[in-house]
Every structure is written in C-alpha cells, then in structure tokens.
C-alpha cells in the first residue's frame, strides 16, 4: 500500500510543490524533453505536428498534475461523487484551455516566441475530439468544465470514437461527409489505462437455477464478450482542479488466443478481433432522430457496463460495501443514451453480487438521476423487444421484471387500464419496443429538462403521467455555457476591455457582470465596445475568405445562424427571408435594408434529406446573391462547411445578431443562443427553450421577439392549419415561394427544390408559412436599430452584462443543490 501523500514523495528533492514548473524555463525546458526525448525528434526533421505534440504533452503534464492533487484531495473529502455518463462529448481544442485554466498564456507564448515558435500557429495545428453531434455533446463538456472549476469529485464517462463526427465539405452545393480521422496523428491528451479494463458479454441466453443455499440464481452465458480499455483525458477547471474524462475503446479479449488456432483459421480469428473493435469505431452521426441500430446498441450497453463495473471496483477496492453505493455515488444520465444502465446495475448487483432485489432496486433507484433533452417524439429511444432480447437477453427479463413491479404498483393505486398502458416501459402498439425515457424515469430519483419552458412540456406532455405520480421527482436545471472558453479565450478582445473595467473576477462568478451595466450609455466604453467587435469581425472575415473565397464587408452587420440543420430549427425560414430581400433589392426597393451578412453554419444527418437539400437552398441563394453587383452591396450569404467547436469559437465572437428561431416548443433549451449574447449579438429569436430566460434576464427591449407561442401553435394546428391559405393570402410569401422553383435560383433544374416548397405548402410542419410575417417585421426593426449606432450598442453591453445566469458554474450548482445533494468546494489552490 502506498498512502503517502504526493507531497511526500518530492519533500527530499527540495522543489516542493513546483516539480512541474509553469514558468516560461520551465516550460520551455520539458517542451525541448519532449521533443527530443519523448518524440525522439532532430530538428532538421521536426514537422509541425511534433511541434504542437511537444507542447500538448508538456501542458498534460501540468493538467496531470492537477488532477492527480484532486484525486487526492477528493479522497481525504469522502465526498458523494458524480459520474457523468454520455454517449457524446464535444472538448474541442484542449490547449488553448489549459493553457487558460493553468494561467499560463503568457508563459507559453513568450516560451515559444523565444524559439522562434507562435503559439496561435500551435494553437491552429490542433484537431478536435468530435465525439459528438451537438448541443447534448457540447453540454456535457461544458458541464465538465464547470465540475472541474467548483472542485466537485467527478467523472466523465463515454466512448472513445475512433472516428467521430463526419467533417463535411460542399460540393458543387451539396454537403459531402468524409471520414473524422482525428486520431492520424496520435493523441497526445489521453492517457491509456492497459490496466483499467473490463470484460462486456454480448448476445446468448440465461439460465435460472436455484444454488446450495436456496438463492436463485441467473447465469448469462453469452455469445461472444468484448474488452474495453479506459482511455483517461484530464479536464482542468479554472485556477483549481482537475477531473477526468474516462473513454472506453473496445477490443477483443484476451483469452482469445491466437495460438490454439491453425494457419487456416488465423484469419478467421483476426476477423473476429476486427469485429469486436467495431463497436467503438464509429460516432451515429444522427443528432434527435433514430437509428434504431444493433450497433448503436451495442455501443451504449458496452461504455455503460465498462463504467458501472469500474465503478463498483472503485467502491469495493476501498473497502466499501456494495450497499452504500448510492452514498458514494450519483450518476447523471445524459438523455436515454446511457438509461440501459438501470437495468445493467441491477444485473450486476443482483446476479453477480448476490444481492437481493429489493435492495438493489432500493440503491439503484437513488443512484440514477435522468436529463432529458427533448420533446421530439422521432428522438425519444425505443429498442424494439426482439432486438434487445437477442442482443442483451438478461437485461430483457430485468426490464420485465422492473415493469411487472411497476405496473402492480399502479394498479394499486388505482390506475386505469388506458393510463397503465401509457406507462408501460414496454410499448404495444405495433412492434413491441422498450421505451427508454420510461426505464430511466422508473430508475431515477430525479428527472430533469434543460430550460424551465422544457420542464414545464416535459411534465405536461411526454411525461405526464410520471409527473402525476412521482411530483418531487420532477424538477428544472436551465442549462448553461462555460464562459471562460466562450468567452475568456475565445474573444479576448471583449475579455480584456471587460476586466479593465470590473477586474478578473468574472471569471469564476459571471454574475459580477451586472456591474458592466452602469457602462452601458458611457460612450467611450460604447466605442471600445464597437471597436472590439469589428476587430472579430475583420478576423472572421479573412476565415471566410479562406474558407468560402467569399469576401464580406465587416462594416456590414453579421446576421447569423449556427446549429446542426432540422426542419424545426428553421433555417428555411431565415432563407424565406433573404429571398425576400434578394427581390425586393432587384425591384430597387432598398431604403430600411441594413447592408447585411447573413452566415450560416451547420451539419446535417447523412440520411435526412429535407436538411440536406435546406444546405443546397442557402448555398443556391449564396451563390446567386454573392454574384450579382445589384444586389452584392447589401447583403451576402455565407455557408461555411464543417462547423465545429473550433470554428465556432471563430464566429460567435463576431456575431451582430444572433438567430434563434424554432418554432415554440421543440428547442429544448438551446445553448449557442447563450454563446451568442454573451459576445455581444442581440438575439432575433422566438418563446422557445432557454431564449425565454435569456429574454427575461436581458430585458425585453433588448430582444427582439417574434412568432407564435407554444400555446399559439398547438391551438393553429387544432384549427386545422392550412398552410397553402398563406401562400395565396399573403402577395409577398407567393413570390417568395414561388422563387424556389424559378429559373434563376435553380439554374434550370427547377425541381431541385420542389420537396421542399411542397413540404412547405402542404404539411408545413414547423408553421415557418405562419410565422413568416412576424419575422420579416422584426427584421425591420433590427435594420432601423442597427442604424443607430449607440442603441445597439447599449443593448449590446446590456446582454452581456445580464448573462450571469447563463454560465455552466450555474448550472452545476443548480445540479448539485436540487439533484445530487453535493456541495462544492473551495476553489483555489
Ligand atoms: C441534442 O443535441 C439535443 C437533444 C437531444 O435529444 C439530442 Br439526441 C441531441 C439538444 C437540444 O436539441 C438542445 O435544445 C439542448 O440545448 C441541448 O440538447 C442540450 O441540452
């Protein structure tokens, strides 16, 4: 045993608590290490990759070292801990961010300057890990961000994607996706675990049978059983602590040996160990829609069990009992991703730890908490019954047991046959399936929505039954953005003129912002204000020429909307409107048109048409708008391929505008609206998601609201919505509508949108047709104010200034008050 404590080890040596130094020496020293002798690099034959790796390796050093002093100052705490599980993390870059949290810019830059070396080089030479879609993906590393930063014991669990998101390129129009090798060059920020590894069965049967002492007793003998490995990447959070994310790599097991096989059947036998590492292989590239695939399934079950069973081993090798298990622990269930884990604990603590049922229902239902992330009935998972009895027959029989029990107790209470029909975690109508969503509320002490209007339909709508019988289990936490790599590092610009005014404080309380307000009609600040802004906006121009060979005009106002595509994000409708303003400049109408940039970013699902050709639309319009002399002075049209944190980190900084406009009631939240107003853009958005708080913080005279309201929509569609009646009732819509099939924007192909247009004018789902007027006349508004000058900016500073409640920090103290009863601790070192 060695309990020494870290300290300990280097007392003798007489360097203390500096052995790994962070002054610009001591940098600069382990980076030449790492790069002669770690890399094992001359420098005639250093290339720009060995370059970055040599830093990266020397600033994991220093997160390493964070995070093992948390470890430890964890342990002596004997504090609750939280695990994270989350089929989706989005880090984005790590360097600039550790270099940020360990307060070491300075050093580094001036370390390799020394060197004839430029850090913003190193920092453009970084790939990120994209092991995720979107907002689900990126919440959670902000959330990681945020437990780090308050010193909360915690772990993030998740699967590390060999390749993750698909990068996607255009062309000739069309989004193209190409493999994410983000692994081609080695990844120096993980640390592999040979050590930590578990065995995960897959497939077979079960066999009941009563063992000596009477115990009945399940034994799954499975068809095949794959490894996983733990991969570690320390997280730091400001000035404090750090935590890890722990990813699982699928393999083939050891005990698979090679040698027992003859020459004819090696091949076989590596086919075999081919197979079990394709689990981890691939990233489902669909964000909010189904795949309903075995292998998605499979990837789910492997990176749960892999963490529950590193869990228990991590009770039980500290000599804890198994029934404390729910004291030691929470774990937060990012969306139904992960919910198989109810059933997997129960299987581990009842078949493999001979524990009662009862009792492990008892300590599994105070474990588990859910967030739920959507209304979207094509997002809420489902595993059709013979899918998941083939591939996990015992969890199939746990499911059924849960259920038998739960539905008893409904009954019960009294229960009518339709309600307990609703409720069952098994779904009857046509092929029998498993909702998810049910298991984990079953399995949950708490159950939580992303904004307080998502709560609010999560009790209302798809979970209503549930709210009526377990009220307390229900509750709210708003979700929140880091602000120290949305802003502090990423738009340092606005970071310095704010901590010249209000000091650095900020930095760990974003509510301190409020005291930014008082500045807001100061007219120099007003100026410095502007003047940072144009700066991003220079920056993000040159990007866009890099990127596109579009040249925009900073001076113009940058009007923008960045998001994974979706019918109901409605990037049609911001289409509708330029198209709009496209006719109206040909027919000379230009007064009241602020010159404008309008940029869009985003991937969609490979499989989902109508997103793709949404893409082919804006970059049609792009085209035709960006080339015509009449029209290219007011206003041009931008997509920009392979949006990503890195990228977006480019452009929320040189956002005038923001746009957030879903139709009421299908954002769950949203969190780049949060992004957006904390740099400053003024938000063009509707009642939906977070948006309603952001306006109620912000002040609704600096917001520009539009659209109908939930209520609104849900009593159109029970009028029986028509959208074909504003097409003909409403002269400016038809022409706009009209255009999408015209010669001039289809060069001749004039069916290329008629999906499209007809899914607009029959179906219409997501009502753009309906709130097309209200949101053409906010347009107005927003070019009258962007006109004057010193308004826009006062209610600029105003929305940065009131965003305090939009951190992560907030979130995670919401989580840790009203969901797993932690409190955090001291902060600095
Ligand atoms: C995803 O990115 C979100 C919800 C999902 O169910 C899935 Br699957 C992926 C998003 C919501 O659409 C956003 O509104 C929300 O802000 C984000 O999750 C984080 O809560």
Not at 86 to 110: C, F, M, R, W
Not at 494 to 506: C, P, Q, R, T
Not at 512 to 522: D, I, P, V
Request: charged share 25%; hydrophobic share 35%.
């Amino acid at each position: 045993k060695h309990n020494r404590s870290i300290e300990s080890y280097f007392e003798s040596l007489g360097t203390g608590a500096g052995e790994v130094g962070l002054s610009k020496e001591d940098i600069t020293k382990d980076f030449l290490h790492k790069l002669f002798y770690h890399l094992g690099r001359v420098p005639a034959l250093t290339t720009s990759n060995d370059i970055y790796t040599a830093m990266a390796l020397t600033i994991r050093d220093r997160a390493l070292r964070k995070f093992v002093r948390s470890i430890e100052k964890f342990t002596q705490q004997d504090a609750r801990g939280i695990a994270y599980f989350s089929a989706e993390y989005l880090p984005g870059p790590h360097l600039g961010n550790n270099l940020l949290n360990l307060e070491i810019v300075d050093e580094t830059k001036a370390a390799l300057t020394e060197l004839g070396l430029d850090l913003d080089e190193l920092l453009d030479e970084e790939e990120e890990p994209g092991l995720g879609n979107g907002g689900l993906g990126r919440l959670a590393s902000c959330f990681m961000d945020s437990l780090a930063t308050l010193g909360i014991p915690s772990i993030a669990y998740g699967i590390r994607y060999e390749f993750g998101i698909f990068k996607q390129e255009i062309r000739e129009g069309w989004q193209m996706e190409t493999t994410d090798k983000w692994l081609h060059n080695g990844n120096p920020w993980e640390v592999m675990r040979p050590e930590i590894s578990y065995v995960v069965k897959f497939g077979g049967r079960t066999e009941h049978s009563t063992n000596g002492q009477n115990r009945y007793q399940v034994d799954w003998l499975p068809e095949s059983e794959i490894k996983g490995t733990a991969y570690d990447t320390p997280i730091l959070g400001y000035q404090s602590n750090g935590i890890i994310m722990r990813l699982w790599k699928a393999e083939a097991v050891e005990s698979f040996d090679f040698s027992v096989y003859n020459m004819g059947d090696y091949y076989r036998a590596v086919e075999k160990k081919l197979r079990s590492e394709n689990i981890t292989k691939v990233l489902y590239p669909n964000d909010e829609n189904l795949s309903g695939k075995e292998l998605r399934l499979k990837q789910q079950y492997f990176f749960v069990s892999c963490s529950l069973q590193d869990m228990i081993n991590l009770h039980t090798t500290q000599g804890r009992e198994l029934k404390n298990f729910h004291e030691k622990f929470a774990i937060q269930l990012n969306d139904t991703h992960p919910s198989i884990a109810v059933a997997e604990l129960m299987r581990l603590f009842v078949d493999e730890h001979e524990m009662e049922w009862d009792e492990a229902w008892d300590i599994t239902r105070n474990t588990f908490a859910y967030t739920n992330h959507t209304l979207l009935p094509e997002a809420l998972e489902k595993w059709a019954v013979s899918l998941l009895g083939r591939i996990l027959p015992r969890h199939l029989e746990i499911i059924y047991e849960i259920n038998s029990r739960f539905l008893e107790e409904l009954r019960d209470k009294g229960f009518s046959g339709d309600q307990i029909a609703r409720m069952s975690l098994i779904d009857e109508n046509g092929e029998p399936s498993v909702r998810m969503a049910h298991l984990a509320t079953v399995g949950s002490f708490k159950v939580n929505g992303v904004s307080e209007l998502h709560s609010r339909l999560l009790k209302s709508q798809v979970l209503n039954d549930f709210a009526g019988l377990w009220p307390q289990k229900f509750t709210n936490v708003t979700n929140g953005v880091t602000h120290r790599r949305f802003l502090a590092m990423s738009n340092p610009g606005l970071a310095n003129l704010i901590s010249e005014k209000i000091g650095e404080g900020w930095l760990t309380d974003l509510t301190s912002f409020k005291e930014l307000e008082k500045l807001a009609e100061n007219e120099d600040f007003q100026k410095r204000w502007r003047e940072v802004k144009l700066q991003n906006k220079q920056a993000l121009t040159q990007f866009i020429k890099e990127q596109t060979g579009v040249t925009v005009d900073p001076e113009m106002l940058f009007d923008v909307q960045v998001k994974r595509i979706h019918e109901y994000k409605r990037q049609h409708l911001m289409v509708l409107h330029i198209i709009d303003l496209y006719l109206r400049i040909k027919d000379g109408k230009t007064e009241n048109i602020a010159a404008s940039t309008f940029i869009f970013a985003g991937k969609a699902a490979p499989g989902y048409f109508l997103a793709k050709l949404i893409i082919r639309l804006i970059t049609a319009v792009a085209e035709l708008v960006n080339e015509d002399e009449e029209v290219n002075r007011f206003i041009k049209v931008v997509f920009l391929p392979n949006f990503n944190v890195k990228q977006a980190q480019r452009i929320y900084p040189a956002a005038d505008l923001s746009e957030q406009i879903s139709m009421a009631g299908k954002e769950a939240s949203g969190t780049g609206n949060m992004k957006f107003a904390l740099n400053g853009a003024l938000t063009i958005g509707t009642l939906d998601g977070a948006n309603v708080e952001i306006r109620e913080e912000v002040g609704e005279e600096n917001f520009f609201l539009f659209g109908q309201t939930t209520e609104e929509i849900q009593q159109t569609r029970n009028e029986g919505y028509r959208p074909y009646q504003y097409y003909e009732e409403n002269p400016k819509l038809k022409k706009v509508l009209d255009f999408l099939s015209s010669e001039e924007l289809t060069k001749g192909d004039t069916e290329l949108f008629k999906p499209l247009y007809h899914n607009l004018l029959q179906q219409d789902p997501y009502q753009l047709l309906k709130d097309f007027d209200s949101y053409c006349s906010k347009k107005e508004e927003v070019f009258k104010l962007w006109n004057d000058k010193k308004e826009w900016t006062k209610k600029s500073i105003l929305n940065v200034a009131r965003m305090g409640k939009f951190s992560s920090d907030r979130s995670i103290r919401d989580y840790c008050e009203k969901i797993w009863n932690v409190k955090p601790v001291k902060l600095k070192e």
